[in-house]
């Protein structure tokens, strides 16, 4: 079986990734040491937070968390976009908490205040 690896974008001033299919473990791990190794290198590409589209998930794991604290650890603002309302549902009714993850349904919307957002850190 031939292993697809999920893609990083740059758009604008934020690493965008969107997970458009199930992962195995083996992608999983790809990407989740090309997305820290990018975070790491956030000053060089001159980004300012991490955008996560989920899309087509219908169940958000615990290695999505573990990414989340990762990334936050690293200094990254995480956004979350795209979050089925099934999935949001059943992390109410298990009391997951995603803490200092901005949500948003559109991904375009979300960079747009995701850029207000960190201007008013820098500046604050």
Do not use: C, W
Not at 36 to 48: F, G, M, N, S, V
């Amino acid at each position: 079986m031939e292993i697809i690896r999920i893609p990083i974008l740059k758009i604008e001033d934020f690493l965008v990734a969107s997970i458009q299919t199930t992962r195995h473990d083996v992608q999983a791990m790809d990407f989740k040491d090309s997305l820290l190794q990018r975070i790491y290198d956030i000053r060089e590409i001159k980004a300012k937070g991490f955008i996560l589209d989920l899309t087509v998930i219908d169940v958000l794991d615990s290695f999505v968390g573990r990414l989340i604290k990762a990334s936050h650890l690293m200094g990254a603002q995480v956004v979350i976009t795209g979050l089925q309302p099934a999935v949001a549902m059943n992390l109410v009714e298990l009391g997951r908490e995603l803490p200092r993850v901005l949500t948003g349904v559109n991904l375009e919307k979300r960079i747009a205040a995701l850029g207000r957002v960190t201007e008013l850190a820098a500046h604050g």
